[in-house]
């Protein structure tokens, strides 16, 4: 075998077996876990992961799958940061604000007390700085954030008797989380966490007096319009974000290709919760209305939400003075509920209320 034929040779292997290599990393199966803070069962909560993961499988063709696991199947609904963090699971969904405890930049960027309302923070997030102000903050766990869902205003809350003054609140019993719950502590309220499950017995036999869930979408599920007639507007979660927790190193170790539909998908659910949350809300309150004719929308009073919101902006203030990466948030969720405002009140709000007027 002379030197010209074995180059060829050589050659002709050095083909195949990068097409060999070229083949198998195109065939390379991605499997990663996801896990909720929700049941399965918990939609529009639940929505998002699970069809984040059909659509990931569709559209790398098979290539990136993600396994979804219910609180049900893990066992650690609030573990889940520290899950991801750990690389148990790639990735997680869940709320922000529930990590406030390990570390207090996290509250902000589900949603906050008299804040901005869904289409203002979901600008904030992508045009105002927000979603860099996230990663930073999540940068020393170890996981990247992303907006995961957002339910939109939350109610204020199902009341067994009507809130007329702000001593009304003191001493009662509600389950109401997150800064709020703070909120609702200096206002005299014994707050508590009852988990989800006991939250109807509890409400019904008097062990609570009153609770805050979501809106009527979920809430009918929940029953609590049977026993509470008094449905309060919301105040404390203008705009609830769900977030996606990812492992960063697993993340780049995808190729590019993937962290782009993985990106694509995430924002295309996120999305699509609001729509089925908006959507559950509209039909359920239809079915409230008819079959519980006797429940009664109440606005808080002015007074009382006065002192909620000036019981908020010492909180607020004393979180700012810590200095550092939070007051650059609150500065920056501020700065831009501030000019955003402007543009809502002249535009949607503007809207609403023309038409209402036009039916009066």
Do not use: C
């Not at 995961?148 to 001493?171: P, S, Y």
């Not at 966490?193 to 062990?207: K, Q, S």
């Amino acid at each position: 075998m002379n030197m010209k034929y074995f180059s060829k040779v050589l050659l002709v292997l050095a083909m195949i077996s990068s097409f060999a290599l070229n083949a198998t990393a195109k065939e390379k199966v991605y499997k990663w876990k996801l896990a909720m803070t929700w049941p399965a069962q918990l939609t529009p909560l639940a929505s998002p992961p699970q069809k984040l993961a059909a659509l990931v499988k569709e559209m790398s063709n098979g290539q990136f799958i993600i396994e979804v696991h219910g609180k049900n199947k893990h066992k650690a609904p609030l573990g889940i940061l520290d899950m991801v963090k750990l690389n148990q699971y790639q990735m997680g969904h869940s709320g922000s604000y529930y990590w406030k405890g390990k570390d207090i930049n996290t509250l902000f960027f589900t949603s906050m007390p008299f804040g901005m309302n869904k289409d203002e923070q979901t600008a904030w997030f992508y045009y105002g700085g927000g979603l860099e102000l996230m990663q930073k903050a999540y940068a020393k766990h170890k996981v990247y954030s992303f907006p995961g869902g957002n339910t939109g205003v939350q109610m204020g809350g199902w009341f067994r008797k009507e809130i007329k003054t702000a001593d009304d609140l003191k001493g009662l019993k509600m389950r109401i989380p997150g800064f709020a719950g703070e909120i609702m502590s200096k206002m005299g309220v014994t707050v508590t966490n009852i988990p989800g499950g006991e939250l109807y017995t509890a409400l019904e036999r008097g062990t609570i007096d009153a609770l805050e869930w979501v809106g009527p979408g979920m809430d009918i599920k929940m029953g609590f319009h049977k026993v509470a007639p008094y449905y309060y507007t919301g105040w404390h979660e203008p705009a609830s974000e769900m977030q996606y927790l990812v492992n960063i190193k697993a993340y780049k170790k995808l190729p590019k290709d993937l962290q782009a539909i993985l990106t694509a998908a995430m924002k295309l659910t996120a999305y699509d919760m609001f729509s089925e949350n908006f959507n559950d809300s509209v039909n359920a309150w239809v079915k409230m209305k008819k079959d519980y004719p006797n429940i009664k929308v109440k606005d808080f009073p002015r007074p009382v939400l006065k002192q909620m919101k000036k019981v908020n902006d010492e909180l607020i203030a004393k979180l700012e003075a810590k200095g550092g990466l939070t007051k650059e948030i609150i500065e920056s969720q501020r700065d831009y509920l501030k000019k955003s405002r402007q543009w809502t009140n002249i535009s949607e709000y503007s809207y609403i209320k023309s038409m209402n007027e036009l039916e009066k």
